[in-house]
């Protein structure tokens, strides 16, 4: 049986997405545009209902989350109801659970409401948004809410009329670059450049994504290079993928089967191949016209994987297209 020393050591193996996550607005990394005007909400209070929306690992929860507790610091606790999609969050939900929040009284600074953040909120049912709209409306001088979602489109119009949005958008390298740094010294970890250019491009703009992967390859490898970021991450290696369309571009069809063959005998699901060479062609330095057309194709063979029809057939077909579009390219 383990010690309980064992014990208290481990309550300190925070992960690092949590232990890293900013506690104030302007620590947020990224997205300046919809960090500054949440700055001024913090700043000044009274904030309206918000829906933050945007792609996944962009600081959307944590973004709400460091502007709950600027605006209501010690009162935080018991005047912020936070419900997660994990959460059942039917329509009884929020005529019960929400209802009665916002029913509570809780003494605040002028200017400062309850607040009631809804992660997911794209996940609720129609007939619970339904219900939050007339909520919204009754209670809205004591208290504000707080949309989290991926797709704005899937709040109906009603709530997305009564909200103020803002948009996240996916981080640059550069940005990411920057608060790994921060967390591989605090943590004392032995890296290459290299590793951390693997991990920004197996996160594609996605912080949590990188800081997982970061502590997933120093907790299996101790050390993070290139070769272990893509063990730990699973993804096909983007060197392998970049001969593939090399192979193509010099007009040896069959060496990138080779390549092709080989990425799907180690288990790769199409899906990833295909994501990793998209990103490989757009960042690969060929003609102009070249490219288009092989981002074209690539996203039509992609939407057939996506249909179903994942086989090694279709990506062979792929790289045809991609000969065929080289060989029309050379003759004109």
């Avoid at 608060?179 to 450049?193: N, S």
């Avoid at 996605?206 to 101790?222: C, E, I, K, V």
């Amino acid at each position: 049986m383990a010690s309980s020393s064992s014990f208290a050591a481990g309550a300190y193996d925070v992960p690092w997405v949590e232990k890293y996550r900013p506690n104030k607005v302007s620590e947020i990394v990224g997205n300046e545009d919809a960090v500054s005007r949440l700055q001024v909400i913090a700043r000044d209070g009274n904030m309206p209902n918000l829906i933050l929306s945007g792609p996944p690992g962009t600081g959307k929860t944590t973004s709400i989350l460091a502007l709950a507790h600027e605006l209501l610091g010690p009162n935080y606790k018991e005047a912020v109801l936070e419900l997660n999609a994990s959460d059942d969050r039917g329509i009884d939900v929020v005529r019960n659970k929400i209802k009665m929040f916002a029913q509570k009284k809780v003494t605040l600074r002028p200017g400062r409401h309850k607040i009631v953040i809804l992660d997911e909120a794209d996940s609720m049912t129609s007939g619970a948004q339904q219900a939050l709209r007339r909520t919204m409306e009754i209670y809205s001088n004591s208290t504000r809410f707080a949309l989290a979602c991926n797709t704005s489109s899937k709040i109906i119009e009603p709530i997305q009329s009564r909200c103020a949005l803002v948009r996240f958008s996916r981080l640059s390298d550069q940005e990411i670059l920057g608060r790994l740094i921060v967390v591989v010294d605090a943590e004392k970890v032995p890296y290459v450049p290299e590793g951390l250019e693997a991990i920004i491009f197996t996160a594609d703009g996605d912080m949590r994504q990188a800081l997982n992967n970061l502590q997933a390859t120093y907790s299996g490898f101790s050390f993070v290079n290139q070769e272990n970021v893509f063990k730990v991450c699973d993804q096909p290696h983007p060197l392998h993928v970049k001969n593939m369309v090399r192979h193509v571009l010099e007009g040896k069809f069959d060496d990138a089967c080779l390549g092709l063959k080989q990425l799907y005998d180690l288990g790769y699901s199409p899906t990833d191949i295909i994501t990793t060479l998209f990103r490989i062609i757009k960042n690969y330095d060929m003609a102009e016209y070249l490219k288009l057309e092989f981002m074209k194709e690539t996203g039509f063979a992609h939407m057939r994987i996506c249909d179903g029809v994942g086989s090694y057939l279709q990506l062979c077909g792929l790289l045809a297209k991609f000969s065929l579009v080289r060989e029309t390219a050379k003759a004109a």
